[in-house]
């Protein structure tokens, strides 16, 4: 609800980029939507490569979670996450998600990369253009996503 209310509150052109760090550390390869922005997905396997730390992209939208009350109107996004396999979730919103379930290398190691790709992504000199909603809206049809959407309500852009 904090994300949504932050975005519906804010000029959105004043954003540079979102980094929602959700689920991450609870593997160790990250995974990055990157929403389609190229630069995006550019930057994320650059600060992967320097730092010989395994990210997998994913350019298709990922329209769940804290970076898209401002992605679905434009502003690039990364959604960060750990890849678990068939363990899902895990320990993830419940009582038991204590920092005794992480690996201290992956903690470490991510934590480092993560913060090297918000200075990069913050530095003057890299840019990443925001896209119109409506490009958003139709990568979210052509990837089988807007129907769904559109059943539970998810969908902002009206009919």
Known sequence: MGSAHDAD???????KAIVNNDG???????????????????????????FDHPVTTIPDQGPHSDHWP????????????????DEGRGW?????????????RDLREQSILLTEL????ADEGFAVEHEE?????AALEAEDLAAGMKVIGDWPYGE
């Open 92 to 104: 993830g919103h419940t009582f038991a998600d204590t920092l005794d379930k992480l690996e201290v």
């Open 118 to 121: 918000c200075v990069r992504l």
């Open 9 to 15: 509150e804010r000029d959105h052109d004043s954003i």
């Open 70 to 85: 401002y992605v679905q109107w434009g502003v690039p996004g990364y959604h960060l996450m750990s890849e678990t396999g």
């Open 133 to 137: 909603p409506e490009a958003i809206a």
């Open 24 to 50: 991450v550390v609870r593997g160790r390869t990250l995974s990055a939507h990157t929403h389609g922005f190229d630069a995006l997905d550019d930057l994320v396997t650059g600060v992967a490569e320097d």
